[in-house]
């Protein structure tokens, strides 16, 4: 891939990661629930590499907060944290170490929500949070609350990774 298309695509993904939100609370659905941030980085992962994966996690959580006051404040580092793994994760095990989506997906979505688990126990130090991490994975905020954004992530990003893949090869 050639740097302009990388930076390019990298980009698209980035303003899908600030727009796919707005687009969810527009019709009254909870970002906490649907989990509409986290797909633009796994499928920059997927589809155009870990590094691309990483700079959308990093970049959308604060560009978005800047433009659309979503997420809010505290939330902002925490998923600064959380959205590069899911892309790192995701590029890595799939396209570096060649391993099943699926696969590829479930860690990439267990080991950033252990690094969100993470941030929580850190900033919790220094701030006060509206939940800790014992609220977070007893509460069920760690899988319960969003199941219906994972289960989201399961069926679809499978589908449209394959379905973008074909329109990159044919490219």
Same mark, same amino acid.
């Given at each position: ?24 609370? /527009?019709?009254? /659905?909870?970002?906490?629930?649907? +989990? ?5 980085? +796994? %499928? ?6 870990? %590094? ?46 060649? %391993? ?11 080991? @950033? ?24 994975? /007893?509460? @069920? ?7 219906? @954004? ?11 990774? /394959? ?9």
């Amino acid at each position: 891939m050639t740097k302009t298309r990388f930076i390019s695509h990298t980009g698209l993904f980035l303003a899908l990661a600030v727009l796919l939100p707005v687009g969810f609370h /527009a019709f009254g /659905a909870s970002g906490r629930i649907f +989990l509409p941030m986290h797909i633009p980085p +796994l %499928l920059a992962g997927f589809l155009i590499g870990p %590094l691309s994966g990483v700079i959308v996690g990093i970049m959308a959580p604060g560009l978005s907060h800047l433009l659309t006051g979503m997420p809010p404040t505290y939330a902002v580092p925490l998923m600064s944290l959380e959205l590069p793994i899911y892309g790192l994760v995701a590029g890595m095990a799939y396209q570096r170490l060649n %391993l099943n989506i699926y696969i590829s997906l479930i860690a990439a979505l267990l080991f @950033g929500r252990i690094m969100f688990a993470f941030g929580l126990l850190v900033l919790g130090l220094f701030m006060n949070l509206p939940y800790g991490v014992s609220e977070f994975i /007893a509460g @069920g905020a760690a899988l319960v609350h969003s199941l219906p @954004g994972v289960i989201i992530q399961i069926v679809a990003i499978p589908v449209l990774v /394959a379905s973008l893949k074909r329109f990159y090869e044919r490219k």
